[in-house]
């Protein structure tokens, strides 16, 4: 039936006959859901094309971490984006599932703990990011409790047929190119990119290969303005495992500082093959109104080889979302009002084996979830001074999950699961106010509701098969509240946040039994800040600091810390540009220690601080970009995530990452 249904809308819009504004260099389309670039009483972060190729060496997340309140997991140190995820405020290993990743409007964050694959998007591509740190529900639903992250490409019909091109260089055998056309006719433009990707990675049994395509056509077509994307994905990764510390090969040592590049699971990989279709048109009513529609269809094959557990899976999910959307700018009772109504339709279908040598399965899962929200926001401006916010959202979710065994493939293997279904109604809002103080000052607030919804990799388990579950967990609801204070100066820029937030039914793995479950009351509050100080023409000093604490607040573990989560952090930049041939730039990182993963009696030993010190220059000669980046230039042995064990003392398994590295980046246009 969804099938149909989106193949209804997608005829739909390309055959209305609908009047749209002239545009005389470019039709653009929007994929976002920011009237005016915000949400009243949020903390919003823009990133332009132009902030982009200010950092042209780092990935996506790298570039994300680079505003408060965001923190980067990397397990291998592979670069470009692999394997690499973003934390905001504070959720450690469930932070995928808490932060919802987009791509013009439409979800990455899958139903399963598959990481986004951020090395899938060339930063080329990217028109704009998006970044709400905090309750983002009312406009995504699941999955926004902590925050959003919308990646919008350039949608426009290009005037200029041009190529772009792109290679890099880095150490660990790290290398990338990349290049993309555009080709324009009268009323629409076809755009390309194809890129590769090559590391060895830092550790042992971690080397990685990559290759992506995309296609984009923009068009306008009966006085319809609509565009559709095209991508594709093919990708391998060894697994090196963790090194561990008096556990492992190294039960008596600590293997981080003994061989650090070493490897557990020396034959262990994983492959990825996907294809996306991303799809919308835009119609514009008059000067104040718009009707934005878009949608994504997208298939994608995981398949891991555990071959020093002999065990394989395979594991195929199929999405289809459609997210129509009327935004408008009216007067209300007199007042200026941007108002946003729409709905999100999603459909995903999981299929996952899991098997060993010579079987063909020994358990198989099945699940099909539903889900169906509609919201509303209104950003109301009440006195030249004061701006409230009023946004709602009801979200309905159905997920049929079950498993079947081969009872001739492991004897000791415990019996199927019936076919279950679930259905969870949820109701999300917020309340935002912003008061204009002075020309330099502004104060906001807000007040909400979020929630997100157990995936099906919490409801199976990681656990070995005689590992008993239902697929029954709660859904996950949150209460927070946000003050923050903005100072705009001449050459002076001060943002900070802080908020609170109060859990209930966090999900988290159990290590004991091998499933997931619901944690008891837990609470979370911190301090942003991003000061921006531009001293005289060509130098820029840029400090981000995060103040985080995550807690819990009932049951016997009552006010111990939550696991995977660094109390402070801070990243101070400075950017010298001379002129439009040399730019040079640092940053100095600081993250504190924390509770490993699985330490949720607080009893182990703590996860180490770092800093690191990065360098690096950048410009244009003779047409020519460049960029040479130096990164831990004091070659600092470091690691970001770590496991403890629940019952050994100073027993836990780190993912070490490299010292000293150089990356090199050479790019041109040809117009």
């Given at each position: 039936?969804?099938?149909?249904?989106?193949?209804?809308?997608?005829?739909?819009?390309?055959?209305?006959?609908?009047?749209?504004?002239?545009?005389?260099?470019?039709?653009?389309?929007?994929?976002?859901?920011?009237?005016?670039?915000?949400?009243?009483?949020?903390?919003?972060?823009?990133?332009?094309?132009?902030?982009?190729?200010?950092?042209?060496?780092?990935?996506?997340?790298?570039?994300?971490?680079?505003?408060?309140?965001?923190?980067?997991?990397?397990?291998?140190?592979?670069?470009?984006?692999?394997?690499?995820?973003?934390?905001?405020?504070?959720?450690?290993?469930?932070?995928?599932?808490?932060?919802?990743?987009?791509?013009?409007?439409?979800?990455?964050?899958?139903?399963?703990?598959?990481?986004?694959?951020?090395?899938?998007?060339?930063?080329?591509?990217?028109?704009?990011?998006?970044?709400?740190?905090?309750?983002?529900?009312?406009?995504?639903?699941?999955?926004?409790?902590?925050?959003?992250?919308?990646?919008?490409?350039?949608?426009?019909?290009?005037?200029?047929?041009?190529?772009?091109?792109?290679?890099?260089?880095?150490s660990l055998g790290k290398f990338e190119n990349y290049i993309s056309g555009t080709k324009s006719f009268k009323n629409f433009s076809v755009k390309g990119n194809q890129n590769q990707i090559y590391s060895n990675g830092y550790r042992r049994n971690n080397e990685y290969s990559q290759t992506n395509g995309g296609l984009e056509i923009a068009a306008k077509l009966r006085e319809t303005s609509y565009y559709l994307n095209f991508q594709s994905i093919n990708q391998?990764?060894?697994?090196?495992?963790?090194?561990?510390?008096?556990?492992?090969?190294?039960?008596?040592?600590?293997?981080?500082?003994?061989?650090?590049?070493?490897?557990?699971?020396?034959?262990?990989?994983?492959?990825?093959?996907?294809?996306?279709?991303?799809?919308?048109?835009?119609?514009?009513?008059?000067?104040?109104?718009?009707?934005?529609?878009?949608?994504?269809?997208?298939?994608?094959?995981?398949?891991?080889?555990?071959?020093?557990?002999?065990?394989?899976?395979?594991?195929?999910?199929?999405?289809?979302?459609?997210?129509?959307?009327?935004?408008?700018?009216?007067?209300?009772?007199?007042?200026?009002?941007?108002?946003?109504?729409?709905?999100?339709?999603?459909?995903?279908?999981?299929?996952?084996?899991?098997?060993?040598?010579?079987?063909?399965?020994?358990?198989?899962?099945?699940?099909?979830?539903?889900?169906?929200?509609?919201?509303?926001?209104?950003?109301?401006?009440?006195?030249?001074?004061?701006?409230?916010?009023?946004?709602?959202?009801?979200?309905?979710?159905?997920?049929?999950?079950?498993?079947?065994?081969?009872?001739?493939?492991?004897?000791?293997?415990?019996?199927?699961?019936?076919?279950?279904?679930?259905?969870?109604?949820?109701?999300?809002?917020?309340?935002?106010?912003?008061?204009?103080?002075?020309?330099?000052?502004?104060?906001?607030?807000?007040?909400?509701?979020?929630?997100?919804?157990?995936?099906?990799?919490?409801?199976?388990?990681?656990?070995?098969?005689?590992?008993?579950?239902?697929?029954?967990?709660?859904?996950?609801?949150?209460?927070?509240?946000?003050?923050?204070?903005?100072?705009?100066?001449?050459?002076?820029?001060?943002?900070?946040?802080?908020?609170?937030?109060?859990?209930?039914?966090?999900?988290?793995?159990?290590?004991?039994?091998?499933?997931?479950?619901?944690?008891?009351?837990?609470?979370?509050?911190?301090?942003?800040?991003?000061?921006?100080?531009?001293?005289?023409?060509?130098?820029?000093?840029?400090?981000?600091?995060?103040?985080?604490?995550?807690?819990?607040?009932?049951?016997?573990?009552?006010?111990?810390?939550?696991?995977?989560?660094?109390?402070?952090?801070?990243?101070?930049?400075?950017?010298?540009?001379?002129?439009?041939?040399?730019?040079?730039?640092?940053?100095?990182?600081?993250?504190?220690?924390?509770?490993?993963?699985?330490?949720?009696?607080?009893?182990?030993?703590?996860?180490?601080?770092?800093?690191?010190?990065?360098?690096?220059?950048?410009?244009?000669?003779?047409?020519?970009?460049?960029?040479?980046?130096?990164?831990?230039?004091?070659?600092?042995?470091?690691?970001?995530?770590?496991?403890?064990?629940?019952?050994?003392?100073?027993?836990?398994?780190?993912?070490?990452?490299?010292?000293?590295?150089?990356?090199?980046?050479?790019?041109?246009?040809?117009?």
């Open positions: 039936m969804q099938k149909y249904f989106l193949l209804f809308f997608l005829t739909l819009f390309l055959n209305f006959n609908l009047f749209s504004q002239d545009q005389k260099d470019e039709i653009i389309i929007s994929s976002t859901k920011l009237p005016q670039e915000k949400i009243v009483g949020s903390s919003v972060y823009i990133i332009s094309k132009e902030d982009i190729k200010n950092y042209p060496s780092d990935t996506i997340p790298e570039l994300l971490t680079r505003f408060p309140g965001v923190k980067l997991k990397d397990l291998y140190g592979t670069g470009f984006g692999v394997k690499q995820s973003v934390d905001i405020r504070g959720f450690g290993d469930t932070a995928q599932s808490n932060t919802v990743i987009l791509l013009n409007g439409q979800r990455l964050t899958n139903i399963d703990l598959n990481l986004v694959d951020f090395s899938a998007i060339p930063k080329e591509s990217i028109d704009r990011i998006e970044i709400i740190v905090g309750n983002s529900s009312v406009l995504y639903g699941n999955n926004a409790s902590a925050g959003s992250i919308n990646i919008i490409t350039n949608q426009s019909i290009k005037r200029n047929d041009g190529i772009n091109t792109k290679f890099s260089f880095g391998r990764i060894d697994l090196p495992g963790d090194v561990g510390v008096n556990t492992g090969n190294y039960s008596n040592s600590n293997g981080f500082h003994i061989d650090p590049r070493s490897s557990d699971t020396p034959q262990d990989f994983s492959q990825k093959n996907g294809l996306k279709l991303f799809y919308g048109f835009n119609y514009i009513f008059d000067s104040s109104s718009k009707l934005i529609l878009d949608g994504a269809v997208d298939y994608l094959k995981n398949e891991g080889m555990f071959i020093s557990s002999n065990s394989f899976t395979d594991a195929r999910i199929a999405n289809y979302q459609l997210s129509p959307r009327l935004i408008s700018n009216q007067k209300i009772f007199g007042l200026n009002s941007d108002i946003i109504f729409g709905f999100d339709l999603n459909y995903t279908y999981y299929y996952q084996d899991k098997m060993r040598e010579g079987e063909t399965y020994y358990r198989k899962y099945k699940a099909q979830d539903k889900s169906l929200g509609l919201y509303f926001n209104n950003n109301v401006s009440l006195t030249p001074k004061d701006k409230i916010s009023i946004g709602a959202r009801f979200q309905g979710n159905w997920i049929r999950i079950g498993d079947a065994i081969n009872n001739n493939a492991i004897g000791w293997t415990i019996a199927d699961n019936e076919t279950q279904i679930f259905e969870d109604p949820q109701f999300a809002y917020h309340l935002g106010y912003e008061r204009i103080v002075d020309d330099k000052n502004i104060l906001t607030a807000k007040i909400g509701k979020s929630f997100r919804y157990p995936n099906v990799d919490e409801r199976i388990g990681f656990g070995f098969t005689t590992s008993s579950h239902n697929f029954g967990l709660n859904s996950q609801n949150s209460y927070d509240f946000d003050f923050g204070h903005k100072f705009i100066a001449e050459k002076v820029s001060i943002q900070t946040s802080l908020y609170y937030m109060r859990l209930r039914n966090e999900v988290s793995y159990d290590n004991s039994t091998f499933t997931n479950r619901n944690l008891a009351k837990t609470v979370r509050y911190g301090i942003e800040q991003r000061v921006t100080v531009n001293l005289f023409d060509g130098i820029k000093l840029t400090n981000n600091f995060t103040l985080t604490q995550s807690k819990y607040r009932a049951g016997h573990r009552r006010n111990l810390d939550l696991t995977g989560i660094p109390a402070y952090r801070n990243n101070f930049e400075v950017e010298f540009r001379y002129n439009e041939f040399l730019s040079l730039f640092s940053n100095i990182y600081y993250q504190s220690s924390h509770r490993m993963i699985n330490d949720v009696e607080n009893y182990q030993v703590i996860g180490m601080p770092y800093h690191l010190v990065n360098a690096g220059l950048k410009g244009n000669f003779k047409g020519f970009n460049y960029s040479l980046e130096f990164n831990n230039i004091l070659n600092k042995s470091y690691y970001n995530y770590a496991v403890a064990s629940t019952s050994s003392y100073n027993v836990y398994n780190t993912y070490p990452k490299e010292g000293f590295n150089s990356f090199l980046t050479l790019s041109k246009s040809f117009n």
